[in-house]
């Protein structure tokens, strides 16, 4: 028999999970898709034997979302995180200096004369930004040179932004919270941003050293392999979520995925493809538990994340 539809109250000022719950059993257009992605990130969560992926881009990184990511790496919540440059350049900039609100109609010329870039409805100084990451990269490359340091791999970039960030200012930060816990944050683009052209600029004077994209690839490979269950936790696309899905496929495919995504299907881009896809490929096993959520990842992701918490607590 079909399920009916149920009406729900909110009145009592339900928490997240029984929210969930009850916009579920509502059949809302979007909320039923939220509340499996819910059931998927709790499953995730408590499965000790699943090797967990996250992967996302770097603009969630500007924002307050910055602090989730963190908090589940931070948690032992996910096992490997595969992202791009902009999320090291953010996480770093923002461990010094603050990023501010601000509107999506502002003058983009009048931004521009003023020293200001615009990232969404996000204002960030230049001078928060790109002055400091240069001077704190060069600071920390010099350092790693010294010590003999002459090829890394960008697993080891992160774990060494994290250590330098020190434990008070890196409180937030996803670069240290991935230090801290040994987990590994793999960046296949690292020379597209701030963090990357730095690398660049060092290697201007210091042609001994060389990144190390293959010790990356291996340490994919083996916590691929060496994953009894594997699950990804995608928010947007790009490289971030090829990379993950591409390895797994390795694996015969991932055994559970969740993607959360504002991008369009009908364009054939990788970003606005739905999980189902997937499956022709390889990349994910034909008997998986996947759904894709569609909406803004910084709307939907702290709360889907708060309300899995909630459930498995």
């Known amino acids: 028999m079909p399920r009916k539809v149920e009406d729900f109250e909110v009145g009592d000022a339900p928490g997240l999970d029984e929210l969930t719950r009850r916009m579920e059993a509502g059949g809302g257009f979007s909320s039923r898709g939220v509340a499996r992605g819910v059931d998927l990130l709790a499953r995730m969560f408590r499965d000790e034997g699943m090797t967990v992926f996250l992967s996302f881009p770097a603009d969630i990184v500007a924002t307050g979302t910055r602090g989730v990511l963190a908090e589940l790496v931070r948690g032992g919540y996910v096992d490997a995180v595969i992202t791009t440059c902009g999320t090291l350049d953010h996480d770093l900039a923002r461990s010094f200096k603050p990023y ?30 790109g002055g400091v990451i240069e001077r704190e990269m060069q600071r920390l490359l010099g350092r790693l040179y010294r010590k003999g340091t002459r090829s890394i791999s960008t697993r080891e970039l992160v774990w060494a932004i994290g250590e330098a960030l020190g434990e008070k200012r890196g409180r937030g930060s996803i670069c240290r919270a991935a230090f801290e816990r040994k987990i590994p944050v793999i960046v296949p683009g690292i020379t597209d941003g701030a963090v990357g052209s730095q690398l660049w600029l060092f ?29 990804a936790i995608m928010l947007g696309g790009g490289i971030s979520k090829h990379h993950t899905i591409w390895w797994n496929q390795f694996r015969d495919g991932l055994d559970t995925a969740l993607y959360i995504t504002s991008a369009v299907e009908w364009d054939g881009s990788l970003s606005g493809a739905r999980t189902r896809e997937a499956i022709s490929w390889g990349k994910l096993k034909p008997k998986a538990r996947h759904t894709t959520v569609d909406g803004d990842v910084t709307v939907l992701f702290p709360w889907m994340v708060g309300a899995a918490l909630e459930r498995i607590r």
Request: aromatic share 12%; net charge negative; charged share 25%.
């Open 100 to 129: 501010y609100h601000g509107e999506w109609e502002l003058d983009d010329a009048k931004l521009h004369a003023k020293g200001l870039y615009r990232l969404g409805n996000l204002v960030i100084p230049q001078a928060h930004y």
């Open 203 to 231: 290697w201007q004077q210091h042609k001994a050293l060389s990144l190390d994209l293959f010790s990356d690839e291996q340490t994919l490979c083996d916590v691929v392999f060496e994953a009894k269950r594997a699950g």
